[in-house]
């Protein structure tokens, strides 16, 4: 006998949709499985199995309307896909929803990336790209997470942005906490304004009554034009109970992401265009190469080592 | 029975207001300020006093006080509440002066996650027996040992219902255990009878009818299903017949009741007021509370 069992009976019941389906079959037998005396059994009865599928319902689309705002671009991707939205609510089950808060959409994301490679696309290289900007958006999404995450574990971060002088090209850098970078095939807003036509506190609910058609998905993927998209997540509000991050965004040329590989604490931005010119780099790229840099250490997404 | 403390009973008569979005439409200020507009404003915000305290001022500047209603206590269940939260929401309360808070008996997180109900879809309500019983006066204990105010128990929407207890032994045996408050939000009341099949006009005797302070009116929609309507709460569209009805039924069993809160979130600015004139009507009909009725002769 354990009240510790019918609270995992009722999470069970709101988030796992096959138990759920067995109980609207048969109440009881459904819940053999947990350490019930006859009297916390009876009380599952009064249950109506239809307000019970209600609510499930409701719930799994008042959170995946929330988890949307973290994954506009994809969510309306996915809406395009057969099944995809299914899919979507699907996930909502025991394994997302035992997932800490902050870290829930990280899992989603995840999760949805997993399925993305039995999703049929109408190519290998659409596929791709509609990886590429999940995992952008995952990249951001894990940032946020983590550095929510840091903030309550440790309180206020102190300051990391790089104090610029004549010899900031000389000094080693690396990568800045909580920076994401991924290529996506056209600027983010750009594909946020072709993708989702709504705010995105409506946007799950347009894309439940409108799904995303696969030819617009098919026309607006197959327009290239690359960018590296580097986002830092930042504190937009101290809280010891809920912080909020939000981002700051840079794009640059698809080609500057082989550079990130020297961007690990050991080169300089001078020993990286060195190196460049000595490969036969005209003054004009490197020129704008070091700019980029420039961009990126004045934003803080980059940091000397 | 357990007497009710002094704390309850003299709580300030607020009148008839309306909960609101702080930062969107309806706006608040607006409403306030309009002739026959709410006397308080009662707002579900963020658990940082510091997103909120600027909205809040306008609203005193324009002269109505204002109900806090959190949305992220466990007041049930076995997992205990954050101890960070709880003081953010103490000073929450002092520094915007609510005489009391109010928040739904339900689960908004889970495991050792402290969060919003959001974090849930929105609240879970409990299984409504002894254990979960014991468990809630634990949390609610938890609660009131850390903010200092009145705290008013709210019964949940419920879309379904588990349990053995009827609503008001399970809430009138907490409220008196844990010499709280009660809030009765009457479309709540209509989603029990539609999720259990009972009938709330037949448990008022177990109800301590002196400790509800706070009642709740708000729109909601049917769900008509082979074996009968599921109430869904939604504060965006037009209250049903069946709450008025509970209003009426309810009005004068509550001797004590403090204010009447009408819910319009998302509802169309212009029938903000005509909704307010009639709950303040119906105040005057039915309410037993002099206090309240009282309060009322300087809005009509």
């Known amino acids: 006998m354990s009240f510790e069992q019918q609270e995992r009976a009722l999470f069970d019941l709101l988030f796992d949709s096959e138990l759920r389906d067995r109980f609207c079959e048969d109440q009881l037998k459904a819940l053999t499985d947990y350490d019930l005396d006859q009297a916390e059994q009876d009380d599952f009865k009064a249950i109506r199995p ?61 999760r949805l990336r997993e399925q993305y490679a039995s999703f049929s696309f109408t190519s290998e290289k659409e596929q791709a790209i509609a990886t590429a900007i999940l995992e952008a958006e995952l990249g951001m999404t894990w940032t946020s997470a983590t550095l929510k995450r840091e903030v309550l574990d440790n309180g206020p971060l102190p300051e990391t942005q790089a104090n610029l002088d004549e010899n900031s090209l000389q000094k080693p850098i690396k ?71 939000d981002f700051k965004t840079v794009e640059l040329s698809e080609g500057f992401a082989p550079l990130f590989q020297h961007v690990n604490g050991s080169m300089s931005v001078a020993q990286i265009l060195a190196q460049l010119k000595q490969i036969g780099a005209q003054e004009q790229m490197l020129q704008s190469i070091q700019a980029a840099f420039q961009q990126l250490l004045d934003s803080g997404m980059l940091e000397f080592a | 029975m357990v007497p009710m403390s002094y704390h309850i009973k003299a709580l300030p008569a607020l009148g008839v207001g309306a909960s609101l979005s702080l930062s969107s439409k309806p706006d608040p200020v607006t409403l306030v300020k309009a002739k026959g507009g709410p ?68 689960y908004c997180f889970w495991d050792q996650d402290a969060a919003y109900s959001t974090s849930l879809g929105y609240f879970v309500p409990p299984v409504f ?38 609503l008001f032994s399970f809430f009138g045996e907490l409220a008196k255990r844990t010499d709280c408050a009660i809030l009765l939000d009457m479309g709540h009341l209509v989603s029990y009878e539609m999720a259990s099949g009972k009938k709330i006009k037949e448990e008022l005797n177990e109800l301590p009818s002196e400790r509800v302070v706070e009642v709740h009116v708000a729109g909601g929609r049917l769900k008509h299903v082979a074996d009968g309507p599921i109430y869904v709460d939604a504060h965006e569209t037009t209250i049903l017949d069946e709450t008025w009805e509970m209003l009426e039924v309810m009005l004068p069993e509550l001797p004590n009741v403090k204010a009447v809160c009408y819910e319009c979130e998302g509802v169309q600015e212009s029938s903000v007021l005509p909704t307010l004139k009639k709950i303040r009507r119906l105040v005057k009909e039915h309410s037993t509370s002099k206090e309240l009725v009282n309060s009322l002769d300087n809005s009509i």
């Open chain 1, 50 to 110: 239809e307000a019970l599928k209600l609510d499930a319902a409701m719930r799994a689309d008042l959170l995946l309307s929330q988890l949307c705002k973290s994954f506009p671009l994809s969510f309306s991707i996915t809406s395009s896909l057969n099944e995809g939205l299914l899919v979507l609510k699907q996930l909502i089950d025991t394994k997302t929803m035992h997932t800490p808060a902050i870290e829930r959409a990280t899992m989603i994301g995840n």
């Open chain 1, 175 to 245: 990568l800045a906490s909580f920076v994401s970078a991924s290529i996506i095939p056209q600027s983010y807003g750009q594909l946020k304004n072709k993708l989702c036509t709504v705010d995105d506190d409506c946007l799950w609910r347009q894309l439940n009554k409108i799904p995303l058609s696969v030819s617009v998905r098919t026309r607006i993927l197959h327009t290239e034009d690359p960018r590296l998209l580097v986002a830092r997540a930042h504190v937009s509000r101290i809280s010891k109970c809920e912080p909020a991050a």
């Open chain 2, 39 to 106: 006397s308080f404003v009662e707002y579900a915000g963020l658990v940082d006093v510091d997103a909120v305290i600027g909205e809040v001022n306008r609203v005193h500047e324009a002269g109505a006080s204002v109900l806090y209603h959190p949305s992220y206590i466990n007041f049930c269940g076995s997992f205990p509440n954050s101890k960070d939260w709880l003081e953010a929401t103490a000073e929450h309360i002092a520094k915007v002066k609510s005489a009391w808070f109010a928040q739904d008996v339900a």
């Open chain 2, 129 to 166: 027996n002894r254990a979960s019983l014991e468990k809630a006066v634990e949390r609610v204990k938890e609660v009131q040992s850390i903010v200092p105010v009145t705290v008013a128990i709210e019964p949940p929407p419920l879309t379904f219902f588990a349990g053995s207890m009827s």
